[in-house]
């Protein structure tokens, strides 16, 4: 044997020396040897018995667990009866005897999640899927190992004496559950939301929540929002991660010109009860995997936002002048572009007005307009809208007075007079008649001139009928007639006319030269003149003036040997003449001059003079056939 591990006493007793262990020896196999005389050993008989010790197994060995650590993760979500750990410990005892036959429980605190297999350590998933989302992320279970021997042994791997052995179980977190939003989370599930028209950009529609049950939000829980494409989507704005709806747009613009503009094309998206009373917009919540849908609904109330919009075609009428009261200028019409409160009614802004609007909603007159006083008229009417709060709008309706030619041309009260002197052109304009007409259209105010009566001087004046330019086509002769008196009529479009009186005075001219009564003069003197001795005279007449003419010689051969007195048109020698048979013949040329502005000259009269002896002159009448006189009928005396 290696080791002895039993003696024997004298009296047979066998004593067991050291442990014996079932595991490492199983028996022994000794001789017992018996000596009758043991102190000689010469003289002693020895008789060797063999014996054999057979060790019985004992449950002395608890079972010990092949690892300390086993730890798992598995997926949220496993299903029932998948494997999750297999658990193995071994025992020391004689194998395949209740000693060393190991047996696996899981302590009561483990829940009923997991079970394990008694015989084979396999760990597994209870009845029912795992679901961290409702249950543990971790579990610890308690796990023990018990041996079948008698009494039974457990396992102790902590040392602790708690007989099991922890193993964790962790729960990975998977996407298995979709987004759901609450009944409880908005007004919205219990009907259309109200809002009126007039809702502004930023307000607050609703808070929406949905909720995921993963339990990991910020891998698989964590939801986010968003509006799907749709009719209405871009009048909403969502915020992503709180899911709130907040109005994006404005309430339809308006236009303050004779009204409110209400409405908008559908392309432009404001808020506007006429247009669309209701808006509906599909929410989306989702977790990257998963979805749900929500439809809210948003109902819009009606807002007295639109004053009436009067009709262009009541903002201006005609009327008649002259017509008095009770014309019927223009139909009031207006509408509303709210769906309610849209009945519109009409006021006169002003009581002194000079309109009524009657019950048809009709601009009328009550007094009568004068178009040269008043052309245009202007009224003030206020059109109310029936809302219990009332929007209004004033709007100018312009009245034009319409024209009658009711007005005849006018002269100045002073007639015209004026004065042209005699020698004035033909062709020149002498002046200009201007009538007046109150009617202020130029089809009414229009003149046209005329001479009506020129007592008999018709071929002398002539009048341009548009611009009444009286324009001289005969020649002024003051000598014939000094004066004239022309009847002028000024005409509108209908006949109606005005006259006048123009009076043309003649202004005497110098246009007449002196005339001398004989047309040739022959004078006779004799030697014996002596100088200065009036041998005849010359004399003239102008017609325009009796006295004043004055005498002059022309310069010619013989107009130094005489001369003629200035005044009295005397002629005389200016030396002594000596009878000369060869010369005795002389000849002067004599002109008259008047004294007007400018002057004017006779032509030259030609004097005949012929000196005879003194003896042979005679007395006698020359020229022979007579004188002739004129002189004006009312001589000086």
Same mark, same amino acid.
């Not at 998933?125 to 008698?150: C, F, K, M, W």
């Not at 307000?203 to 494409?229: E, R």
């Given at each position: 044997?290696?080791?002895?591990?039993?003696?024997i006493r004298s009296?047979?007793?066998l004593v067991l020396?050291g442990s014996l262990?079932f595991?490492?020896?199983r028996?022994?196999?000794?001789?017992?040897?018996?000596s009758?005389n043991?102190?000689?050993?010469?003289?002693?008989?020895t008789?060797?018995?063999?014996l054999?010790?057979?060790?019985?197994?004992?449950?002395?060995?608890a079972?010990?667990?092949?690892s300390?650590?086993?730890?798992?993760?598995?997926?949220?979500g496993t299903a029932?009866g998948?494997v999750v750990?297999?658990?193995?410990?071994?025992?020391?005892d004689?194998?395949?005897t209740?000693?060393?036959?190991?047996?696996?429980g899981l302590t009561p605190?483990?829940?009923?999640t997991?079970v394990i297999?008694r015989?084979t350590g396999?760990?597994?998933?209870?009845n029912?899927?795992?679901?961290?989302?409702r249950?543990?992320?971790q579990y610890?279970?308690h796990?023990t190992?018990t041996?079948?021997g008698t009494?039974?042994?457990?396992?102790?791997?902590?040392n602790?004496?708690?007989?099991?052995l922890?193993v964790v179980i962790?729960?990975?977190d998977?996407?298995?559950?979709?987004?759901a939003?609450?009944?409880d989370?908005?007004p919205?599930?219990?009907g259309?939301?109200?809002r009126?028209e007039?809702?502004?950009?930023?307000t607050l529609i609703?808070?929406?929540a949905a909720?995921?049950g993963d339990?990991n @939000?910020?891998l698989h829980? +964590?939801?986010t929002y =968003?509006?799907?494409?749709?009719? #209405?989507s !871009?009048?909403? /704005?969502?915020?992503?991660?709180?899911?709130?709806v907040?109005?994006?747009v404005?309430?339809?613009?308006?236009?303050?010109l004779?009204?409110?503009?209400?409405?908008?094309p559908?392309n432009?998206?404001c808020?506007?009860?006429?247009?669309?009373?209701?808006h509906s917009?599909v929410i989306e919540?989702?977790d990257?995997i998963f979805?749900d849908q929500f439809?809210?609904t948003?109902?819009?109330?009606?807002?007295?936002?639109?004053?009436p919009?009067?009709a262009n075609?009541?903002?201006?009428c005609?009327?008649n002048?002259n017509?008095? @009261?009770g014309?019927v200028c +223009?139909?009031?019409? =207006?509408t509303?572009g709210?769906? #309610?409160g !849209?009945?519109? /009614?009409?006021?006169l802004a002003?009581p002194?007005?000079p309109?009524v609007?009657?019950a048809q909603n009709?601009?009328v007159?009550?007094?009568?307009?004068?178009?040269?006083v008043e052309?245009t008229?202007q009224?003030?009417v206020?059109?109310?809208?029936?809302?219990?709060?009332?929007?209004?709008?004033?709007v100018?309706?312009?009245?034009?007075v319409i024209?009658l030619?009711d007005?005849?041309?006018?002269?100045?009260?002073?007639?015209y007079?004026?004065q042209?002197f005699?020698?004035?052109?033909?062709?020149?304009v002498?002046?200009?008649?201007?009538a007046?007409?109150?009617?202020?259209s130029v089809a009414?105010?229009?003149?046209?001139?005329f001479?009506?009566n020129?007592?008999?001087?018709?071929s002398?004046?002539?009048?341009?009928?548009?611009?009444?330019?009286i324009?001289l086509?005969?020649?002024?002769?003051f000598e014939?007639?000094s004066?004239y008196?022309?009847?002028?009529?000024?005409r509108?479009v209908d006949d109606?006319?005005s006259?006048?009186?123009?009076?043309?005075t003649v202004?005497?001219v110098?246009?007449?030269?002196?005339v001398?009564?004989?047309?040739?003069y022959?004078?006779?003197?004799s030697?014996a003149?002596v100088?200065?001795?009036?041998i005849g005279i010359?004399?003239a007449t102008d017609?325009e003036?009796t006295?004043?003419l004055?005498y002059?010689?022309v310069?010619?051969?013989?107009?130094?040997?005489?001369r003629?007195?200035?005044?009295?048109?005397v002629?005389?020698?200016t030396r002594?003449?000596?009878f000369?048979l060869d010369?005795h013949?002389?000849q002067?040329e004599v002109?008259?001059?008047?004294?007007?502005?400018p002057?004017?000259?006779?032509?030259p009269?030609?004097?005949?003079l012929t000196?005879?002896?003194?003896a042979d002159?005679?007395?006698?009448?020359d020229?022979l056939?007579?004188?002739n006189?004129?002189f004006?009928?009312t001589p000086?005396?």
């Amino acid at each position: 044997q290696p080791s002895v591990v039993c003696g024997i006493r004298s009296n047979g007793s066998l004593v067991l020396l050291g442990s014996l262990d079932f595991e490492l020896i199983r028996s022994y196999s000794l001789f017992v040897r018996v000596s009758d005389n043991p102190a000689s050993s010469q003289a002693s008989q020895t008789v060797l018995k063999s014996l054999t010790i057979t060790v019985l197994d004992e449950n002395d060995h608890a079972p010990i667990f092949s690892s300390a650590n086993f730890d798992r993760t598995i997926l949220d979500g496993t299903a029932a009866g998948t494997v999750v750990v297999t658990v193995h410990a071994t025992d020391g005892d004689e194998p395949n005897t209740p000693n060393s036959h190991v047996v696996y429980g899981l302590t009561p605190e483990s829940g009923s999640t997991f079970v394990i297999n008694r015989s084979t350590g396999v760990v597994s998933v209870g009845n029912t899927s795992i679901d961290s989302d409702r249950g543990p992320q971790q579990y610890l279970l308690h796990i023990t190992a018990t041996d079948e021997g008698t009494p039974s042994l457990e396992a102790d791997p902590l040392n602790d004496g708690s007989n099991s052995l922890p193993v964790v179980i962790s729960i990975q977190d998977i996407n298995d559950n979709a987004p759901a939003f609450q009944n409880d989370s908005s007004p919205a599930w219990f009907g259309p939301l109200l809002r009126p028209e007039s809702t502004g950009p930023g307000t607050l529609i609703a808070s929406l929540a949905a909720v995921d049950g993963d339990v990991n @939000a910020a891998l698989h829980g +964590s939801v986010t929002y =968003a509006i799907l494409p749709g009719v #209405s989507s !871009n009048l909403f /704005t969502l915020q992503e991660t709180a899911g709130t709806v907040s109005v994006s747009v404005a309430p339809c613009p308006t236009q303050l010109l004779g009204g409110v503009l209400c409405s908008q094309p559908p392309n432009q998206g404001c808020f506007d009860f006429e247009t669309t009373s209701s808006h509906s917009i599909v929410i989306e919540a989702s977790d990257g995997i998963f979805t749900d849908q929500f439809t809210l609904t948003v109902q819009l109330t009606d807002v007295n936002e639109c004053s009436p919009i009067v009709a262009n075609s009541s903002l201006s009428c005609s009327i008649n002048e002259n017509a008095g @009261a009770g014309q019927v200028c +223009s139909a009031l019409v =207006a509408t509303d572009g709210d769906r #309610s409160g !849209n009945v519109v /009614t009409f006021a006169l802004a002003s009581p002194q007005s000079p309109f009524v609007i009657d019950a048809q909603n009709r601009l009328v007159t009550n007094r009568s307009f004068d178009h040269e006083v008043e052309p245009t008229v202007q009224a003030v009417v206020i059109a109310t809208d029936s809302a219990e709060v009332p929007r209004q709008v004033a709007v100018i309706v312009t009245v034009t007075v319409i024209e009658l030619n009711d007005n005849t041309p006018v002269f100045p009260a002073v007639p015209y007079a004026i004065q042209y002197f005699e020698n004035t052109t033909v062709g020149t304009v002498l002046l200009t008649v201007s009538a007046t007409d109150a009617d202020s259209s130029v089809a009414f105010n229009t003149l046209r001139y005329f001479i009506t009566n020129t007592n008999g001087h018709d071929s002398t004046f002539s009048i341009n009928m548009t611009s009444g330019a009286i324009t001289l086509v005969g020649a002024l002769d003051f000598e014939t007639v000094s004066s004239y008196s022309i009847d002028v009529a000024a005409r509108d479009v209908d006949d109606q006319e005005s006259t006048t009186v123009v009076t043309v005075t003649v202004l005497d001219v110098n246009d007449v030269a002196p005339v001398f009564v004989e047309t040739a003069y022959h004078m006779f003197f004799s030697d014996a003149f002596v100088i200065g001795e009036i041998i005849g005279i010359v004399q003239a007449t102008d017609v325009e003036q009796t006295s004043g003419l004055t005498y002059n010689l022309v310069q010619s051969d013989d107009f130094l040997d005489f001369r003629v007195n200035a005044q009295t048109g005397v002629i005389s020698a200016t030396r002594t003449f000596a009878f000369d048979l060869d010369r005795h013949n002389y000849q002067i040329e004599v002109t008259s001059t008047d004294n007007g502005d400018p002057s004017l000259t006779s032509q030259p009269l030609v004097v005949s003079l012929t000196l005879v002896p003194d003896a042979d002159l005679a007395f006698g009448f020359d020229p022979l056939d007579g004188y002739n006189v004129s002189f004006t009928e009312t001589p000086n005396l």
